[in-house]
């Protein structure tokens, strides 16, 4: 069965500095999704950012990047120049691909706080 | 693009009542919706996963009985808890995917109260 680890339940980073979030997952799948969902405390799960698997490049969005590391089963999140807006509820989640039903499996999540 | 919206935001209602959540994709059909519980500080719970036209396959342990979902159009699902009780008492959040995308777009959640 797939897995999705956080191992860090609790992160602090000061503004307009730099702070990367972990997320390993264990599948035995060769196609499947890699997703970063935020949920500011308005509890709405925001998209952040998506990596298939097959592409080796790292996928970015503006501020934010992933270190996709496929062999190592290892997808973290960087977020540079945070802002007070990015405090909230990191979730990482995985999808299998090429299923019409896909569920996704979310991690515990990791609760960023960013200091003024 | 890629819009979700979930209708009551809020709702408190009495023990042994129903209650009924909505779920819109508001500018894409949506072919999958999806429905998940969450507990304070803790991750999402799925419970269901529905195909429009399609009964819902329910994740173990979700009475089906007890939270019956309709997906009855491509851009529609709802969620109605049956004779609720302050257990039920949660948040409620909804996905939405559409046909050929591996991506899941979420509503902004239901808080549900049961006096």
């Known amino acids: 069965a797939q897995t999705v680890t956080q191992s860090q339940p609790e992160m602090s980073v000061q503004e307009a500095e730099t702070v990367t979030l972990s997320c390993t997952y264990d599948t035995s799948e060769s196609d499947y999704y890699l997703f970063w969902y935020k949920q500011p405390p308005s509890r709405q799960m925001i998209l952040v950012i998506r990596?298939?698997?097959?592409?080796?490049q790292n996928a970015t969005e503006n501020r934010f990047s992933v270190n996709f590391q496929k062999a190592a089963k290892s997808f973290s999140l960087k977020i540079s120049d945070s802002q007070l807006g990015d405090a909230a509820m990191y979730f990482c989640a995985y999808a299998p691909g090429g299923g019409a039903t896909n569920k996704l499996i979310f991690g515990t999540g990791t609760l960023l706080a960013v200091q003024p | 693009g890629a819009v979700v919206s979930q209708h009551p935001s809020w709702v408190i209602c009495k023990s042994g009542t129903s209650v009924k959540i909505e779920c819109r994709s508001l500018?894409?059909?949506?072919?999958?919706m999806f429905w998940y519980r969450q507990f304070p500080k803790q991750s999402l719970m799925l419970m269901a996963t529905s195909n429009e036209g399609s009964k819902a396959t329910y994740e173990q342990g979700v009475e089906k009985d007890k939270f019956l979902i309709n997906h009855a159009s491509l851009t529609l699902s709802t969620l109605t808890v049956t004779s609720a009780h302050p257990e039920d008492s949660s948040f409620y959040i909804c996905?939405?995917?559409?046909?050929?995308?591996?991506?899941?777009?979420f509503g902004p959640g239901t808080r549900l109260l049961v006096l």
């Open positions: 996905s939405a995917r559409g046909a050929g995308g591996e991506t899941q777009y």
């Open positions: 500018d894409f059909q949506a072919t999958t």
């Open positions: 990596q298939e698997a097959y592409k080796q």
